[in-house]
């Protein structure tokens, strides 16, 4: 069973940047659409980003278009999320998700393998 594992959070001040890592194994992450969702407190999980299964073409929510960017490495069967600018607003836990179809926007009743989340924190 595909298995997921989520790194690269931390603290980071209002403009600085981080990169997240999603490293997949059981499985084949070209073979699922892969996304990253976010959850900050008192509010539903919600897909800000998303690659669909076999393409290059990436999704971006409103909130982070231009700011984040959502990369992938076959060999290495991990996906990245590089977030510049970031703001306090985008404090949450940020989740790798995979499933047969993207997902932005809050998340559907079970959809979804999930990895275990990490916690990215902007403030000064």
């Known amino acids: 069973q595909l298995q997921l594992v989520e790194s690269g959070g931390g603290l980071v001040q209002p403009g600085g940047s981080l990169r ?3 490293a997949a ?4 992450l ?10 900050a407190p008192g509010q539903k999980r919600q897909g800000i980003v998303c690659i669909n299964k076999h ?5 971006y929510g409103d909130s982070v ?3 984040f960017t959502m990369s ?14 970031l703001k306090p607003e985008d404090t949450a836990v940020y989740y790798c998700v995979v499933d047969l179809v993207c997902g932005l926007g809050n ?18």
Do not use: H
């Open 107 to 124: 998340a559907p009743p079970g959809y979804g393998t999930w990895g275990q989340g990490t916690q990215v924190t902007v403030s000064s």
């Open 65 to 67: 278009k231009g700011r």
């Open 55 to 59: 393409s290059n073409n990436v999704n």
């Open 25 to 28: 194994s059981g499985g084949t």
């Open 72 to 85: 992938r490495d076959n060999a290495k069967n991990t996906v990245y999320l590089q977030m510049n600018s």
């Open 20 to 22: 997240l890592s999603c």
């Open 30 to 39: 070209d073979d699922y659409a892969i996304g990253w969702f976010r959850q």
